[in-house]
């Protein structure tokens, strides 16, 4: 076999770095390799090795909005994948856990960072190492769960911003047990982001149940899990039509969110706010909430919250305008 031919021509080093950067689906970056690559490899092997494996085409090298990726073959993936496998169920294991641990360090980064400069970057990040990204989950449903959660409510901004919030959903679902358990922070916020993503899709049963489940934890006096038990129920509201209600419990969120010094989270409570505000036809409090979320994005140098806030302001201004234009006549 071909392959078989290609194995033998690489050195040890060459062949161990095969079957290790197998694990990675959809390409990876020469620094991801550092990080999931085991001691035996130190950066500068890894560089060297990586050259070495281009050279005799078992990677690919591929240049890309200013990155460098490199990629295998399925078939050249699939036979390094059963070398790391032949090496024993233990350290394959331990490798593909050093993946996921790459991936969950990549979605926790773009979770904190979201409203930031470098927000368009994470996104097209994201959407660049999804393969990984699910490769990872997929390991985590029958390895680390609870792992595979945190990754998950840590996308949860990005399957908004690209547009997979069915894929969210599935993966969710997929880690049920969140809805079992002790009051963490950790549970409130798969509770909240599986309620918010069914709110989305018009799955308004779906959403109020989990709600529901979310209010058993609000006896606890945790602040951050209450700010996200009423930002799901103040979203639930807005999209049930029961502005009212909405407005009450995204304010207590804005509020526990900026205590918290939660950002992200802050800004949606906030631009949501303006838009129930707006819907009411209650233009001063819709206006006021609108341009402190302007504010808060404009300053950190955000572009996806603030484009929505930028649009509500646009449809008060012009209400406003439409009703002294009704009032000249």
Known sequence: MCIDWSYDLCTPMERSAWAQLS???????????????????????????????????????????????????EIVRDYGRRK?????????????????????TLALTADTEYISPRQIELINTIAREKSNLREALEFCVSDSPEIGTRITTALFLYWFSLGA????????????????????????????AG?????????LETAADLVEEGRRLADHADPLINAYLHHAEGYLALFSENLAESCSHLEKAAQLFTEQKNLPFQVTA?????????????????????????????????TVCRSYVLWTLAVTAWKQEMAIEHLDY
């Open 23 to 73: 694990v990675f689906s959809g390409g990876f970056e020469l620094k991801a390799a550092e990080q999931v690559c085991n001691g035996d490899l130190t950066p500068t092997d890894v560089l060297d090795t990586v050259t070495f494996l281009v050279d005799k085409s078992i990677l690919i090298r591929q240049v890309s909005d200013n990155s460098v990726r490199f990629r295998m073959l």
């Open 84 to 104: 790391a496998q032949e090496a024993g169920e233990r350290e394959y294991t331990e490798l593909r856990r050093r993946h996921r641990d790459w991936c969950e």
């Open 165 to 192: 919030i069915t894929e969210g959903r599935q993966w969710l679902a997929r880690f049920g047990d969140y809805r079992k358990g002790p009051p963490t922070i950790e549970r409130a916020r798969a509770i909240h």
């Open 195 to 203: 309620s918010l993503l069914a709110a989305v899709q018009g799955d």
């Open 270 to 302: 906030t631009l949501a706010l303006g838009m129930a505000f707006e819907m009411m036809n209650d233009a001063e409090p819709a206006s006021e909430y609108n341009e402190r979320a302007l504010v808060i994005t404009e300053a950190h140098g955000e």
